[in-house]
């Protein structure tokens, strides 16, 4: 499994602020090519609700449902997947007050199901995860990468 995360800082902008934003998932398409179309469905009973998303990748298209779960009181968001292209992605947002704005931690968990590919497709996807929620944080919130990091687990 592969593992992201990545720390933005919002200037000037306050962690409620911030969250709503990220919040918006429809938007993230005018944010960044990359995202297709993303279509969410009315809130579930418990407040959660199911995003269907269609990216570009590799020439291709790669499409999933995730179920999202807001958490207003800490800022932060959690999602993961439901059905999909993915073996598994799994990750979540948070928002947090930092030095007259807000610091976003993205974290991200995700296994491609192509092992034998693992090697060519895992750093490729890494990186185009990494490059569009920096481009949607910077679209939606003017939100500048500081520190991003990239493992994979053992395998």
Do not use: K
């Not at 030095?99 to 490729?124: N, R, W």
């Amino acid at each position: 499994m592969r593992h992201v995360v990545l720390h933005a800082l919002a200037d000037g902008l306050a962690p409620a602020d911030v969250y709503a934003r990220i919040s918006d998932f429809r938007r993230y398409p005018e944010h960044s090519d990359t995202f297709r179309e993303v279509h969410v469905e009315p809130p579930l009973p418990d407040g959660s609700t199911v995003s269907e998303w269609t990216v570009e990748f590799r020439g291709g298209l790669m499409r999933w449902r995730e179920r999202d779960t807001y958490s207003p009181e800490t800022y932060s968001i959690a999602f993961e997947q439901v059905s999909g292209d993915f073996q598994s992605f799994e990750g979540s947002w948070r928002c947090e007050a930092r030095d007259g704005g807000t610091l976003v931690v993205y974290t991200a968990a995700f296994d491609l199901g192509i092992p034998s590919m693992a090697e060519i497709l895992d750093p490729v996807a890494e990186s185009t995860l990494r490059t569009n929620v920096a481009r949607v944080l910077r679209g939606l919130a003017g939100a500048e990468v500081i520190d991003e990091r990239a493992a994979a687990a053992g395998d």
